[in-house]
């Protein structure tokens, strides 16, 4: 078990340019999420799937924001047109969600964004 | 409308005594809770939970508290050792969506 991999870890762009992350969650993991993180705060939530169905987005995930998850597996995030009030953590996490029980989230290592 | 909050954005304990972080919450409607530990560069890490059912949970030096009276929660840790030193956030959510709301995190350093 490999863990959550993201890719890339750093990521600077210049204002305008569009950014694509990638997220590789735990093998059989069938929830993942999104979230961003800014400096002082914790993570805030942007988007979760359920094998490829997007089943509930936040309103942070502005109209220059998707995310897909085309096979159920990895999960990319594009950011277009991107402003410097983008500049944060991508923390993506993964979680079983078997038995109907409450599981608790595993996160990646981040993709950090600076954005010029 | 911060949900999640932990009022303490730092605290400092020796090494073997007990920490004790704390975390309020204002949605009655959460009823799962979570701790979270994050070094620096590393993406958080689960550490404990809890049901809102339950009062109290136990994970070797870890041990979660629930006041849903008081709306507050707090983690334990006894007794803290130098590599405990990381932000600590608390989370929660509840029972008709996945998503984890988080508190703004408290650094926690143990020195010898």
């Known amino acids: 078990d490999t863990g959550v991999s993201q890719d890339p870890r750093h990521k600077i762009t210049k204002r305008g340019q569009n950014v694509t992350f990638r997220c590789d969650p735990i093998s059989e993991h069938n929830r993942l999420y999104w979230y961003r993180q800014t400096l002082g705060q914790g993570p805030e939530f942007l988007t979760y799937?359920?094998?490829?169905?997007?089943?509930?987005k936040s309103r942070l995930l502005s109209d220059r924001f998707s995310a897909e998850r085309p096979k159920g597996s990895f999960s990319t995030l594009e950011i277009q047109r991107t402003e410097q009030g983008d500049s944060a953590m991508y923390l993506c996490?993964?979680?079983?969600?078997?038995?109907?029980?409450?599981?608790?989230?595993?996160f990646g290592p981040g993709t950090r964004l600076t954005v010029l | 409308d911060q949900q999640v909050k932990q009022n303490s954005p730092s605290l400092s304990v020796q090494e073997g005594r007990i920490s004790i972080l704390n975390c309020d919450y204002t949605n009655s409607m959460f009823d799962y809770f979570l701790w979270y530990k994050k070094y620096p560069a590393e993406g958080p890490t689960f550490l404990i939970s809890i049901s809102s059912i339950k009062d109290k949970n136990e994970d070797g030096r870890f041990t979660v508290f629930l006041n849903k009276s008081a709306k507050h929660l707090s983690l334990h840790i006894v007794p803290s050792q130098p590599g405990d030193s990381a932000v600590y956030f608390c989370a929660a959510r509840t029972y008709n969506t996945d998503k984890l709301i988080f508190g703004t995190g408290t650094r926690l350093q143990v020195f010898p």
């Open positions: 996490a993964s979680t079983s969600g078997r038995g109907g029980s409450y599981n608790e989230q595993f």
């Open positions: 799937f359920q094998n490829e169905a997007q089943l509930e």
